[in-house]
């Protein structure tokens, strides 16, 4: 491999001048697709020829064993009438709409907190953001199942101060809650971006601020909010288009039918269900086209708003 | 220390606590007898016992809990290797060659980022299908080994671009080709890169669920996540102990890569408050 290269250049370089000049000085077309060709197999047979073909499949009734049939635009118009598609899409949206924003309140909390320049920081950030690597494995969803079930643990401790839930894992009101909790236990990866952020607010700012006499709540509200806009929103997009992914600890603790009464029934497990367990995969198909379409209107939303909120350095405003 | 110190050590502490609880909850768990468990609020088991890791160890459905960390094992470092392989040669094609089509091909790149994988299951899962390939490692590491993870290549491209090139101009007047240059030049100075990925790509390999879940139908061929879920389902809560036991232990390499991650860290950041 190491001699192909060289041999090539000098082929060129015995080229006349003509079109082969510019080929010449503007790169190398064969060793760069040499070098993509793993990806460039990996896009069109793993990502672009899937993609088409599970939007063809969208449309038709399809079982893996006999050949699709063409149906049309009823798999969508029968999603609609789906009881079960329907409270996925619920557990869905109320999960992503309550877990996103309390993982990143506490992510910026642990952070501000962090953030200054004392001895033991270093080793403070690796203890947060150590429950990001195990939070999604089996083992954490069945030690979290174990923390919350009826009467357990967590269950006893809150008693002890006074709240009574009845239950997290068995009761249908809590048991989604039980899940955005393991969501914020997460915190650390959000976190170590938040502080990263914070590290460039320039204290001047701050120190300028508190000589006009601003509190510390206006100093973080005026300033440090408006300066680490641009993170926020990185955490808010990256954060809101993991958790309408959410598979593993639902799967764990909930199963395929979302236990308690269909209240850990995500979309994805709805779709898996649909998909590796009814073979209905033309009817995932078009579940899973939806959701990338929902995906896409909430990116498209997000990106919208944004403009209003996230400043950038130099920005006039 | 001064008083203030005290008080911001403390509250760390406080709220690192709550954090941690929970691990150290299971961890006090898994050397009391099943039935302390669930109940079980003070993390001193009273009478200590190793029984759950014994009968951890011994496995389940007659497979030893030594052949589900050896299946594990083996997705891991071939995920790791073609991964690594496979982005940082793409990562080096986007960030130092020339060639048509590169800011197409890039972009695509791009917007393969955030797409939710669940539109690309199911057409995959029908060809492995086709090929036989259901029930074999083949479904879950062939995109490993094309890139397919774009986080990574895209992670190697922004490493490799801040590379200076006049490291590869001298390479090239030596008389050095692109794999020379990729070779000798490139990759020992992506290291850092290279260290990520891996470090990276292991550890979601290693929780992996999902794809294993849909690919894979033997016991013998599980990985521990699956292992663990077939546990919860043929012992849900008779043999508690020996379930928490076993979902510890397989955390264990996780948690190694951890804090060997953490202390590659720290000796970087040391050394270069040292230079500075």
Known sequence: MATVAPTRQAEASGQPAGPRTRARRSGDGVAGYLFLSPWILGVLLLTIGPMLTSLYLSFTDYNLFTAPEWVGLDNYKRMFEDARWLKSVQVTAIYVAVAVPVKLAAALAVAVLLNNKRKGQGFYRAAFYGPSLIGASVSLAIVWKALFTDDAVVDRMLRVVGINTGGWAGNPDFSLMMLVLLGAWQLGAPMVIFLAGLKQVP??????????????????????????????????????????????????????????AGTTLFYTIYLYDRGFSDFRMGYASAMAWMLLLGVGLITLFLFRTARGWVYYSGDRR | MKLST??????????LAIVLYPIVWVVAATFKPSEDIIGGLSLLPTEPTTVNYERAVEGIAGISIARFFWN?????VLSVVGTVASSALAGYAFARLRFRGRGAMFALMISTLLLP?????????????????????????????????????????????????????????????????????????????????????????WNDFFGPLIYLSTPDKYPLPLALQLFVDEASGSDFGALMAMSMLALVPVVLFFLFFQRFLVEGVSTSGLKG
Not at chain 1, 205 to 227: C, K, N, Q, S
Not at chain 2, 156 to 182: C, N, Y
């Open chain 1, 203 to 260: 204290v001047e700012l701050h120190e300028a601020a508190h000589v006009d006499g601003a509190g510390r709540w206006l100093r973080f509200r005026a300033i440090t909010l408006p300066m680490i806009s641009p993170v926020v929103f990185f955490n808010l997009l990256l954060e809101t288009i993991n958790a309408f992914q959410v598979f593993t600890s639902a799967y764990i603790v909930g199963g395929p039918n979302g236990s308690p």
């Open chain 2, 6 to 15: 005290v008080a911001w050590h403390a509250g760390v502490i406080a709220v």
């Open chain 2, 72 to 76: 594990s094992t083996v997705l891991a």
């Open chain 2, 117 to 205: 994988f669940h539109v690309l299951i199911i057409p995959q899962y029908a060809v492995f299908q086709r090929l036989d390939l259901i029930d074999t490692y083949v479904p879950l590491l062939l995109g490993k080994f094309l890139a397919v993870e774009a986080f990574f290549v895209f992670l190697m491209v922004q490493f490799m671009r801040t590379i200076p090139h006049e490291l590869d101009e001298s390479a090239k007047i030596d008389g050095a080709g692109h794999w020379g240059i990729f070779w000798h030049i490139i990759l020992p100075l992506a290291r850092p890169a290279l260290i990520t990925t891996s470090i990276f790509t292991f550890i979601w390999s």
